[in-house]
């Protein structure tokens, strides 16, 4: 039943050794080097593939009819799909493309010749608060380009909003039905600005999105590609998603989706395969008119778009720049629905008789990253039974598969090692073992249920936009969630514990047990800090660390002062020595760099450190928010520091929700 057991000295010295090993390539080899990429990969990529042989080949029963036959294969072929997408990305990251140098080349091109291209910006909203959109209006209008139109696409037809876009001089479009979501708005604007400016090149934004001020000056010059169709940048984020926040862990880990960003697409866009992200992107009016508009047959239609211009023989190009900033979804069901809708919109393209799996034109290139894409949201069943599965070994005598512990530390383990440190590698520092996983078991249920809704009826059911703005200041308890990582976390210590009491329980522990008792630790550890996350923390409104040297005024003298942190409606200073006639509620002044002397009150006091509420007047407000969230001033970390992550989960898990 088991593979012959070398004694366990020999076999840790084994992983011993091939731990020093990896870590010896990972601290010398250089991962912006396609050789280092390689050959790094390669080792990583061979370490799994030695497992998956050895999952095939010595862990499964004899195929027969009945459930405890079937449980073990149906663990199996989904444990592959995950395996299949690992190896598809290694290999996809053997290669990377860096677009500075072209944006700088052409950027200085246009610079001498003064040739910048037209551009119309669209604003697409949807039903956002004014705090929320003001932060996407008010940059636009002022980037810095000698010939941009701001167009704000208002798809909920609100008074409001219409008057304040005539106040601050952006134009306004709406239309009198929803249809084509997202797509449908930017065709209405696609066809309205056709009489009007007709621009070359349109940027499309969402409504939570700042954009930085020279974005259209590194971005437009791309097009000297004919082959460019769309031109992304990534996104970067103001706030930390509910999973940092709620863990504390915003200063040292990065948000999941900075791997895919960062890493991922510079990777496709060396193989021609990057995709548009529905933000911050820039596209040929001529390309999306002669492709029949955005379109609008799956909710997802940024990368429908790129894969219909693919048809023609076009691409999207890739700048790996911080040119824009935006609102991270800021409770779990967003953060999940978000999540649902890109795994949903993902499988319609693919379904699409002119998809790149049923259409023509596509290379086979195009056609395999794609199957990546879909790969990616395949492996989230896996999840969900590897944290069922050390449950149902106890409780059902039914084992996923059939391994003692020292098999898997001689042939799971290695892989595992190998997977963690090139991941690290390969990210820059942005991936965090636990963290990451926990990330990926949030969504994993949600996900795999969409995935199984999309099997029966993949289309016909409406675009659901992430709700971004409102109240956050009070904490909030996702119960349902919570139920369902608390029962399996539960299951998970039920079953450790039930080994031991069981009735039916051996007198010794077998290897097989053994296996199933940590992998029981593991899941219940993993469910836990899923658990923990679905105790919302509440959120204050975003502050930046910006560390300036500033005045107060209060009662006509001038107090120096240190701007630890500021925001829209507060600021937290620090002064040199406390100020005796400062007193909770009292009025005075803040002067902030580019804004003036700012109306505050005092809201807290403590020792030298002062909490003010900012009272800015309107064009006060307009200069905070160019400059706050159209600066490089990131309040989430870009590079991941286990330690400092864990002491933030040590402080969750005994402070209160």
């Keep these: 039943m088991f593979p012959s057991s070398p004694d366990v000295s020999a076999v840790l010295t084994t992983d011993l050794g091939i731990l020093l090993g990896l870590l010896v390539m990972a601290g010398l080899l250089d ?34 009819p009945g459930l405890d036959h079937l449980w073990p294969y149906l663990f199996f072929a989904f444990e592959m799909v995950a395996i299949l997408y690992t190896l598809m990305s290694i290999v996809i990251l053997f290669r990377f493309k860096d677009r500075a140098p072209e944006a700088d080349r052409e950027e200085a091109r246009l610079h001498e010749s003064g040739a910048w291209p037209a551009v119309d910006i669209f604003i697409c909203t949807y039903n956002e608060p004014q705090e929320v959109v003001e932060k996407s209006i008010i940059p636009a209008l002022a980037v810095d380009y000698p010939n941009a139109t701001v167009w704000v ?30 797509a449908g708005n930017l065709n209405n604007a696609l066809a309205h600005t056709a009489d009007l400016t007709n621009a070359p090149i349109i940027l499309v934004l969402d409504a939570d999105f700042a954009v930085a001020p020279n974005i259209l000056r590194r ?3 791309l ?10 940048t990534p996104q970067f984020f103001f706030n930390a998603d509910p999973i940092q926040h ?6 040292a880990w990065v948000d999941d989706q900075r791997i895919f960003f960062d890493v991922f697409q510079p990777a496709k866009d060396a193989w021609g395969c990057a995709f548009c992200v529905g933000t911050s992107f820039l596209v040929r009016r001529d390309r999306v008119t002669d492709a029949g508009g955005f379109p609008h047959d799956a909710i997802c239609e940024d990368i429908n778009l790129t894969y219909t211009l693919m048809r023609d023989g076009y691409e999207t190009h ?10 991270s979804a800021e409770g779990l069901p967003e953060y999940i629905t978000q999540r649902t809708r890109w795994c949903l919109g993902t499988m319609q393209v693919a379904l699409l008789r002119v998809g790149p799996f049923l259409g023509r034109n596509y290379t086979l290139m195009q056609r395999l990253h794609y199957l990546h894409g879909v790969l990616n949201w395949l492996c989230k069943p896996f999840i969900v039974l590897m944290l069922v599965a050390p449950s149902i070994y106890w409780f059902l005598d039914m084992p996923a598969f059939h391994a003692d512990y020292l098999s898997f530390l ?36 949600a996900i795999t249920l969409t995935l199984i809704s999309a099997a029966i009826r993949p289309f016909g059911r409406p675009f659901k936009v992430t709700d971004k703005g409102g109240d956050r200041s009070v904490s909030m308890v996702r119960w349902r969630m919570a139920a369902g990582f608390g029962a399996i976390s539960l299951l998970s210590a039920g079953s450790i514990v039930w080994s031991f009491v069981s009735p039916s329980s051996a007198s010794e522990i077998s290897p097989l047990d053994y296996f199933n008792l940590l992998w029981a630790g593991v899941a219940m550890l993993f469910t836990f800090v899923a658990f923990l996350v679905c105790f919302e923390r509440p959120r204050e409104p975003e502050a930046f660390r910006i560390d300036e040297a500033s005045w107060i005024g209060v009662e006509g003298t001038a107090q120096a002062c240190t701007i630890d942190r500021i925001g829209m409606e507060s600021a937290l200073l620090l002064l040199p020595s406390a100020v005796p006639d400062l007193a909770t509620g ?13 109306a505050a009150r005092v809201e807290r006091l403590g020792g030298n450190a002062v909490s003010l509420a900012l009272q800015p007047e309107p064009a006060q407000r307009k200069a905070l928010i160019l400059r706050l969230f159209t600066t490089a001033v990131d309040p989430i970390a870009r590079t991941a520091s286990l330690g400092v992550a864990l002491r933030g989960l040590a402080r969750r898990c005994f402070r209160a929700a």
């Design 246 to 251: 709620n863990l504390m862990a915003a200063e």
């Design 318 to 327: 890739w700048l790996n720049e911080r040119l824009s900033a935006g609102l």
């Design 153 to 182: 696409c208002d798809d909920t037809r609100r008074g409001w909003l219409k008057e304040y876009c005539e106040r601050v001089g952006a134009n306004y479009i709406t239309r009198p039905d929803n249809k084509g979501a997202k």
């Design 31 to 64: 991962r912006a080097s396609a050789a280092s990429r390689i050959l790094f990969g390669s080792a990583t990529a061979t370490l799994i593939l030695c497992y998956a042989a050895w999952r095939w080949h010595d862990t499964l029963p004899r195929f027969e």
């Design 219 to 221: 971005t437009v010059g």
């Design 410 to 445: 001689r042939y799971g383990l290695p892989a595992l090692m190998a997977l963690w440190i090139y991941s690290g590698w390969v990210s820059g520092g942005r991936t965090l073992p636990l963290f990451m996983e926990v990330t990926h078991t949030m969504t994993a249920l």
């Design 586 to 598: 009292m009025p005075l002044h803040l002067h902030v760099e580019g804004a003036g002397w700012i």
């Design 223 to 232: 097009f000297h590609d004919e082959r460019a169709a769309v031109v992304q």
